[in-house]
């Protein structure tokens, strides 16, 4: 699975749990115009303790 199809995948799960996220790494700066060599997906999700 490629990196994009991989972020559409879990974007759906992380929207329905409702779990903020956002992308970062060389993914997030390709998009945005400054392509790099990694083909990494880096995530930061909002991580709360529920009780």
């Known amino acids: 699975m490629n990196p ?5 995948r879990l974007s759906v799960l ?3 749990a409702g779990i ?3 992308v970062t790494g ?5 998009v945005y115009g400054m392509g ?5 997906l880096d995530l930061i999700i909002a991580a ?3 009780r």
């Open 20 to 22: 903020s996220y956002m």
């Open 4 to 8: 994009p199809d991989l972020l559409r």
């Open 14 to 16: 992380l929207d329905r």
């Open 26 to 30: 060389s993914f997030a700066s390709s």
């Open 36 to 40: 790099r060599a990694s083909q990494d």
């Open 48 to 50: 709360m303790n529920r």
